[in-house]
């Protein structure tokens, strides 16, 4: 149970994530969006109305004089309804407690903040923004000229685009945890450790930054059978490499990039260095080899 009227992001993952939760377990519900404290007391769940945080009762408000708390670490990021929710019962959803810690800084958290207006960054363009999940949400509000629909409807249309997105993280943040194990060993057995050749196209980013070594990764692409180079960032969340592809091949294919790099497979250069691509393993690694010594 929830507010009735506009929604924003936090009340619409908060009960994308109880109603996951209620299917796997195999329980019928209802959402219900009102403001009649009659019908709200008697909800099973209630959350980002009713002025009462209690986890216990599954009472999940954070509108209340002194809000529901704050998390600890980085931040201090105040709980909205979806961060209240998640606490509870992230790990019974994910079935995995290092998911869901994945998934509330990922995702959980950012819409926590936005809710409780927290800045996570500071905007460098006067009329460009990032666009990030709340926008999806901002958008499926009607307008004013939108008689024709209404809030319940859009708010349950809502809940299908976040219900594909949270269940995606799910997956995403269980096969990065068993990736990880992966990448580690992969890289411990590396003779040349600035160079990372992995089996799968596993998500290494944020596994490898952790080592000082790595500056290119060889990875299979399984769209089209070839073999990718990638500079590995100084940090996951920008675009600054360690250490650029060479300068000569921005934006070569096949015979231009095969001539200059004598790389006799190569097929493809990123003009920003950071991806280039090479038919077979022999010949990635070979574009990695070159761009080490460059």
């Known amino acids: 149970m929830t507010h009735n009227g506009s929604f924003h992001t936090d009340d619409v993952f908060a009960a994308t994530a109880l109603s996951i939760l209620l299917e796997a377990k195999g329980e019928a519900f209802e959402v219900i969006r009102t403001r009649d404290e009659k019908i709200i007391k008697s909800g099973d769940y209630v959350f980002d109305v009713g002025g009462i945080h209690d986890e ?20 201090n990021i105040e709980y909205s309804s979806f961060g209240l929710v998640w606490r509870k019962f992230g790990t019974e959803i994910c079935g995995n407690e290092k998911a869901s810690n994945i998934i509330d800084e990922k995702l959980v958290s950012p819409i926590d903040a936005w809710d409780n207006g927290f800045d996570l960054v500071v905007n460098k363009h006067k009329k460009i923004s990032p666009y990030f999940v709340q926008h999806v949400f901002f958008g499926m509000l009607p307008t004013w000229r939108e008689e024709d629909r209404n809030h319940d409807e859009m708010f349950l249309k809502s809940l299908a685009i976040a219900k594909e997105i949270l269940l995606r993280e799910i997956i995403h943040a269980k096969d990065a945890i068993l990736a990880e194990e992966k990448i580690i060993a992969i890289y411990k057995n590396s003779p040349d450790k600035r160079i990372i050749v992995l089996d799968k196209n596993y998500p290494y980013g944020y596994t490898l930054n952790t080592f000082p070594e790595p500056l290119f990764v060889v990875y299979p692409r399984e769209t089209d059978n070839s073999w990718g180079v990638k500079a590995v960032r100084e940090d996951p969340k920008t675009f600054k490499n360690r250490k650029d592809l060479p300068a000569t091949w921005s934006g070569l294919r096949d015979l231009e990039l095969q001539k200059i790099s004598g790389v006799t497979d190569a097929t493809f250069c990123h003009r920003a260095l950071f991806l280039a691509i090479a038919k077979s393993q022999v010949g990635a690694i070979k574009l990695a080899q070159i761009a080490v010594e460059s």
């Not at 216990?56 to 931040?75: C, I, T, W």
């Open 56 to 75: 216990k009762n599954n009472r999940f408000d954070h509108h209340q004089v002194g809000g529901a708390g704050r998390r600890e670490g980085e931040g």
